[in-house]
């Protein structure tokens, strides 16, 4: 037999069935997310999560509370793909419609699960309250799905198989909460779609870095494309803290990490300083870290970004063995008062200067006897600003054993934005801090 291109195939060996792909479609619902109320984050979170798993989503569809626009899309979606994820829909109002529809559309009833409506009331119990009546709806599953008990919450996760034309479909309905939703994600549904005929195999590595745009690391990279055999693939992910790459492969298991191994050092070599971390790591998480294995104590004294950095930092579980505390230092008397700021410097260079923010970091530092201070003084927006000093002038300053310096930069007019910008930036300042004062003397670290 003669192909179109002219090649000689000989079929009669192969499948006469190939193996069907994961499609999946995630069908988003609610009003509040039609109208703008509510940015739809759990659709773009569940896609990134699909795609780590090489599983590309085929469509995302935001329906509102309307049971026959639910029942059109649930129908639509289960005949697109033999992966569908529901988000929203299943709390307890008379608009939460989900599993009603989801029953319809199935053909069959709603049954009461006892042990979810058990779990449902010993919740509101441990709070010192009687479930609500209307509660109860949250225990009626579809007769033939399987229902999880939520950790965090009262709607349980639903599992539902139906038939697709390349075979067994999953159904997965669960609450539009995000931080309910992402476990069960992770603990259920991802497990599940790994398990399906025609889940891809792939190996994923992400590696994180701050301080550096996607532009400039594109600059970098240059010459990336010669590791870029096929089926390895690198994708840069820049929000406004980090800029992640995220290294994948679709070859065998010996062949991808080989592959990736290559890549990896090739970026390393070409941009590993402003590689801080990987996976799911934090910048503040991963500076805890070194401050607590150099036995190193932090302190913050922040004026524009209103006590952002504290908040960020103390996020961290176990943040109590290395930071010590922070002054917002709002106003310059509080400057004056607290962190020992120089009236004169005040009067000479202003409150956004080089000058006040060396002064800041040093005050905090000696006052609250720390080994590092760190402060933070700018004009965030959208006014305030002046010819000298525009809107997103930003000074960050820090103080440790090895000296006391001030860092400026220019940012943009959204005050939100600038505030997320500016505490990054901060911390990376103390990231590359710590790495210089590592290869020091390591006394340097103990407070004085």
Avoid at 74 to 92: I, Q
Avoid at 176 to 189: S, T
Avoid at 222 to 230: K, M, N, Q, S
């Amino acid at each position: 037999m003669v192909s179109k291109s002219g090649s000689l195939v000989d079929r009669s060996w192969r499948p006469l069935k190939r193996t069907p792909a994961v499609k999946a479609t995630i069908l988003t619902i609610g009003d509040e997310i039609l109208i703008g109320q509510i940015v739809n984050t759990n659709a773009a979170w569940m896609g990134e999560r699909l795609v780590e798993i090489g599983v590309s989503p085929a469509k995302m569809v935001v329906v509102p509370d309307q049971a026959d626009r639910i029942a059109e899309s649930l129908r639509e979606a289960m005949v697109a793909s033999n992966v569908v994820l529901v988000t929203g829909g299943l709390g307890p109002t008379h608009d939460d419609i989900t599993r009603d529809v989801v029953a319809d559309v199935f053909d069959t009833t709603l049954e009461t699960d006892e042990e979810i409506l058990s779990i449902v009331r010993e919740r509101f119990a441990r709070r010192g309250w009687d479930m609500p009546a209307s509660n109860h709806s949250q225990a009626l599953v579809p007769a033939g799905f399987e229902a999880v008990a939520n950790p965090a919450g009262t709607a349980p996760l639903l599992l539902g198989r139906f038939d697709h034309p390349d075979g067994p479909g999953l159904l997965a309905c669960m609450p539009g909460v995000p931080y309910e939703m992402q476990h069960f994600m992770d603990a259920e549904v991802l497990p599940r779609i790994r398990c399906m005929e025609g889940a891809p195999t792939i190996i994923q590595k992400t590696l994180l870095t701050v301080g550096i745009g996607e532009s400039h690391m594109t600059e970098r990279l240059a010459g990336v494309e010669d590791y870029l055999v096929e089926g390895v693939q690198l994708a840069f992910l820049p929000n406004l803290r980090t800029l992640r790459l995220r290294l994948s492969s679709t070859r065998s298991q010996r062949e991808g990490h080989e592959a990736l191994s290559r890549l990896e050092a090739f970026i390393r070599d070409r941009a590993g300083r402003w590689i801080f971390g990987e996976g799911e790591e934090t910048l503040e998480g991963v500076l805890g870290d070194k401050l607590l294995e150099a036995g190193a104590t932090v302190a913050t004294a922040e004026s524009c970004t209103g006590g952002f950095v504290a908040h960020r930092l103390t996020n961290v579980p176990g943040s109590s063995d290395w930071f010590m505390g922070g002054v917002v230092s709002y106003d310059n008397a509080v400057k004056v008062e607290q962190l020992g700021v120089s009236e004169s410097t005040l009067r000479e260079f202003g409150a956004v200067s080089e000058q006040t923010a060396r002064e800041m970091a040093e005050g905090v530092r000696n006052r609250l006897r720390t080994s590092i201070g760190l402060s933070t003084t700018g004009i965030l927006g959208p006014g305030g600003g002046t010819e000298s000093k525009p809107v997103g002038t930003f000074w960050m300053g820090i103080s440790s054993s090895i000296g006391t310096r001030a860092v400026r930069l220019r940012l943009g007019n959204d005050r939100m934005r600038n505030k997320e910008r500016a505490s990054t930036a901060l911390l990376d300042l103390l990231r590359r801090e710590l790495q210089r004062m590592m290869e020091g003397d390591s006394e340097s670290f103990h407070n004085s």
